[in-house]
């Protein structure tokens, strides 16, 4: 356990750590873009440089740590040098950040306007480079703002393993690019390299010219995509920028999908399915109840609902493991006594989705079937003779499956053709609308929050469950 | 590149066992002293026969301008413009071959025998301005030295 001491502080570190790494626990921030806390040291763009008492400078991201050093992070002379790193990193860089997608949350920007405000003291032309390469199906390139930090290399040869990333030439016509032999467009896990790429090279084709970054907010979720839950964040315009006039369906739609840095679940990545949630939310909704495909109020298919369940005589429910944890109890609860309940697997794998791999992604692509089969057991869904009435809860259930004679409660969020053919058809909200916690498989519990508001309407499950048993308890 | 690989083999006794890696330069430089340059071809038997990604192949070769990706002249004149050579005239003696041969750097003559080509600092500071024929080295370069040497070269 040597003692170092950081700008005056006396620290015990351990004997594999660098300064860095002693540093960031410690508090004292040195600004860094090549290295990444899940990534190798390649000390490349030499913006951490720190001062050691006797030694001069040197780069604290792969410097190790010896006893008794005097390490500063913000003497004189590292301010001057730090300046002059900024000088040679943007020396061909194009400063078009009035037109670029990360501005905002760009590093270099960051740390322009912290640490230099200074202009080019450059007199030489720019070197000009490629600008929206075609990266991949999903992402674009900008070689003129790349700084090449090789984060983006890395990423691919030491996380996703797709291997698809690499530089060409040398000096300052290096540019990143991919190869053919491994497409970055079957890489599942591509579009973290533009999370991690501290400035604004690559970008999302999904996201580009979208929005600026500071008209949205980030609420907290889970992604529904796979059993590993991991937690993102979803960003969606904030409500002091609502759009008046031009396309009012971007003030309810889910602008982008970013990690949720959670080192129990998934580190700071997800998989690109989670990026596309906004396809799985976005689809058209159902959001009148109905009677066998007609629109009545929400009063009237309660009733006929409550009706049909005082009536049964053997009632079966399949219970959705999209439901939260506090749906699927409320309903355990409520109801689990009313219905004979059965998990059902709302989705399944889609053709040419990756199945299953040793990073994040899982075979079960449904968000809560932990949970769901704690209460509800692992029965896959049977119909006994005499079944008179089947709830069902959620989608991804052939109807041609239920028994022909009993009449059907659906609880669904999205529109569908089965909506119509229930006896009575409830329209419920989906994640984005409400809070709640999923339990992932490996018994991890994430919580997530509303970003909209649901339609009138559109009910929350939790609620229609409890309006379902209130006189089911009473007449059982 | 097949019949290299008995040679590679023998490369590859000279690492440990994964630094597959390291033997693509060794490799390139073989196949292309016996190919005259490396084709796309010998990139993918490559990076199969060391189980390297292509990219890996891919930036060692455009990192050093000494690999070839075409087809080049009988002779090839690699003319040093860094520093010392440029201070000494080397534009000038540039200037006088490109206009005997007709060519700029970079191509080829169209006969196939000469390629001209530009590099930077070969060592020979000393000896400045210089240029490389093929594998020797040609040094206090002048234009009658030029014109003998072309002579020679037929
Ligand atoms: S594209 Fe971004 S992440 Fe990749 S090397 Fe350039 S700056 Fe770094
Ligand atoms: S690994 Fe699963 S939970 Fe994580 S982002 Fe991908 S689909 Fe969503
Ligand atoms: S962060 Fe240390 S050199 Fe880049
Ligand atoms: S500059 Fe020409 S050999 Fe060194």
């Known amino acids: ?476 | 590149m097949k019949h290299l690989v008995p040679e590679f083999e023998k490369f590859r006794e000279r690492f440990p066992a994964g630094f597959e890696s390291s033997l693509v330069l060794p490799c390139l430089r073989r196949i292309q002293e016996d190919r005259g340059y490396v084709a796309n071809s010998d990139i993918e038997e490559l990076a199969v026969f060391l189980g390297v990604p292509q990219i890996q192949i891919e930036e060692v070769l455009s990192f050093y301008t000494q690999f070839r990706r075409k087809p080049i002249g009988r002779w090839h004149l690699q003319f040093c413009h860094n520093v010392s050579c440029s201070m000494n005239g080397a534009e000038n003696v540039l200037a006088h071959v490109e206009q005997k041969l007709g060519i700029k750097p970079g191509q080829t003559t169209p006969d196939g025998r000469y390629t001209l080509s530009t590099v930077e600092c070969l060592g020979s500071c000393g000896t400045a301005p210089m240029m490389m024929v093929n594998d020797g080295y040609h040094e206090n370069l002048t234009f009658t030295k030029l014109d003998e040497l072309l002579e020679g070269l037929k």
Not at chain 1, 66 to 93: C, D, P, W, Y
Not at chain 1, 245 to 251: V, Y
Not at chain 1, 295 to 319: K, S, Y
Not at chain 1, 383 to 411: C, H, M, N, Q, Y
């Open chain 1, 1 to 476: 356990m040597p003692e170092i001491f950081i700008n005056g502080q006396a620290i015990e570190a351990r004997d594999d750590q660098t300064v860095m790494a002693v540093a960031r626990e410690h508090g004292h921030f040195i600004p860094y873009f090549c290295w990444h806390p899940q990534l190798s040291v390649v000390g490349n763009c030499r913006m951490c440089l720190v001062e050691v008492e006797g030694r001069g400078l040197d780069i604290a991201c792969n410097m190790p740590v010896a006893k008794g050093m005097k390490v500063f992070t913000n003497s004189e002379e590292v301010q001057a040098h730090r300046k002059a790193m900024l000088q040679f990193i943007t020396l061909n860089h194009p400063v078009d950040c009035g037109i670029c997608d990360k501005a905002g949350e760009c590093t270099l920007q960051d740390y322009h306007y912290q640490y230099s405000g200074q202009r080019s003291l450059s007199h030489d032309q720019k070197v000009r480079s490629t600008k929206f390469y075609n990266l991949s199906n999903r992402i674009l390139l900008d070689n003129e703002r790349c700084i090449l930090c090789l984060r983006c290399t890395r990423f691919t040869h030491e996380v996703s393993k797709s291997m698809a990333l690499g530089v060409e030439r040398r000096g300052d016509t290096s540019n990143i690019r991919p190869v053919e032999d491994r497409p970055l467009s079957e890489d599942p896990y591509s579009d973290n390299i533009i999370d991690i790429c501290p400035v604004g090279a690559l970008l999302s084709r999904q996201f580009l010219h979208k929005s600026r970054v500071w008209f949205l907010q980030p609420t907290p979720s889970v992604c529904p995509g796979c059993a590993r839950g991991c937690t993102v964040q979803l960003w969606h315009r904030k409500p002091e920028w609502k759009l008046k006039a031009l396309d009012q369906r971007q003030n309810e739609s889910i602008a982008r999908v970013t990690p949720l840095d959670n080192p129990a679940v998934n580190g700071p990545w997800i998989c690109n399915k989670g990026r596309d949630l906004a396809q799985v939310f976005e689809r058209v909704r159902a959001d009148e109840p109905m009677l066998k495909g007609r629109p009545v109020t929400v009063p009237a298919a309660l009733d006929e609902a409550r009706r049909l369940i005082g009536a049964a005589r053997h009632a079966v429910a399949l219970v959705s493991n999209w439901g939260s944890n506090e749906e699927l109890e409320t309903f355990k609860d409520k109801l689990g006594e009313v219905f004979h309940c059965f998990v059902k697997e709302d989705w399944q794998p889609q053709p040419g989705e990756r199945l299953e791999d040793d990073l994040l992604i899982r075979a079960d692509k449904n968000p809560n079937t932990t949970r769901a089969r704690e209460l509800f057991g692992h029965a896959e869904p049977g119909f006994k003779d005499g079944t008179d009435l089947v709830l069902v809860w959620g989608e991804g259930f052939d109807f041609a499956r239920l028994p022909s004679r009993a009449r059907i409660i659906f609880l669904n969020s999205y529109l569908q053709p089965e909506n119509g053919h229930a006896d009575v058809f409830l329209p419920v909200s989906i994640q984005t609308e409400r809070h709640g916690h999923y339990t992932n498989f490996q018994g991890t519990v994430s919580a997530f929050e509303p970003c909209f508001e649901p339609k009138p309407g559109v009910l929350h499950a939790e609620d229609l469950i409890r309006a379902l048993a209130a006189p089911a308890r009473g007449h059982p």
